[in-house]
């Protein structure tokens, strides 16, 4: 069955330093894979996908991911938080094969950005 | 533009009511679905609908019922509510009923039973 892990529940990080909000995933076939954010009180947003290509890919707001395929990873990266990056993260991924047409959720890792 | 709209905002029930959310959106897209947010449980997928006339079940469907009689509006429904399906609810849509385009959220349902 398809997965996506996100292993911290909570991740922080002092202002002006790089991050990264870890994603693995477990799928047949190869992935599509989506990060996403939420502020409070908000919907989720979309910040970047990878479909094919180039194995970094590069999004909103300076985030960018780095796509895996060996250790099956997704991890998102920004190289200087800002405290207004503080808000939950969502991977998701969703199987190139998959008619089903349905795209799964991680359960969420709460980025804490320190002034 | 006003994108995906869900109403209500905020609802208490008490345990066997029904209600419905609504959700609706302007853009035209095909793929329409409801997600339920639980706190360590991320989001789950509860229905999803590929065009107008075509439901399917997501991960946790159970207690829920949709329809899609128009692209614009996919509804939710709880027939007979229960404790358990105190959540946040959200819908969302894409442009691309495969799933490879980015989905648009709606600003959620916070529903609370009794």
């Known amino acids: 069955a398809q997965s996506v892990a996100q292993p911290e529940d909570q991740v922080n990080v002092a202002e002006g330093n790089p991050l990264t909000v870890k994603c693995t995933y477990s799928?047949?076939?190869?992935?599509?894979l989506f990060w996403y954010v939420q502020y409070p009180n908000r919907g989720l947003q979309f910040l970047l996908k990878?479909?094919?290509?180039?194995?970094l890919v590069k999004g909103s707001y300076g985030f960018e991911a780095e796509f895996n395929k060996s250790q099956t990873s997704f991890h998102l990266k920004k190289p200087s938080a800002l405290v207004s990056d503080s808000a939950l993260y969502f991977c998701a991924v969703r199987p190139f094969m998959n008619r089903d047409d349905k795209i799964i959720f991680g359960k969420g890792t709460r980025l804490h950005i320190l002034p | 533009n006003a994108g995906v709209t869900q109403t209500p905002k905020f609802q208490v029930l008490k345990t066997g009511q029904s209600m419905t959310l609504q959700c609706a959106q302007d853009m035209n897209h095909e793929y329409m679905s409801w997600y339920r947010q639980d706190p360590g449980m991320g989001l789950r997928l509860i229905h999803y609908?590929?065009?107008?006339?075509?439901?399917d079940q997501g991960e946790v469907p159970n207690g829920y019922n949709v329809s899609r009689s128009t692209t614009e509006d996919f509804p939710l429904r709880l027939l007979s509510a229960a404790p358990s399906q105190t959540s946040v609810y959200f819908c969302?849509?894409?442009?691309?009923?495969?799933?490879?385009?980015?989905?648009?959220f709606g600003s959620g349902t916070q529903l609370s039973v009794l």
């Open positions: 609908s590929v065009g107008a006339g075509i439901t």
């Open positions: 969302a849509s894409s442009y691309d009923r495969d799933g490879l385009g980015k989905l648009f």
């Open positions: 990878y479909i094919t290509g180039d194995n």
């Open positions: 799928v047949s076939g190869n992935p599509y």
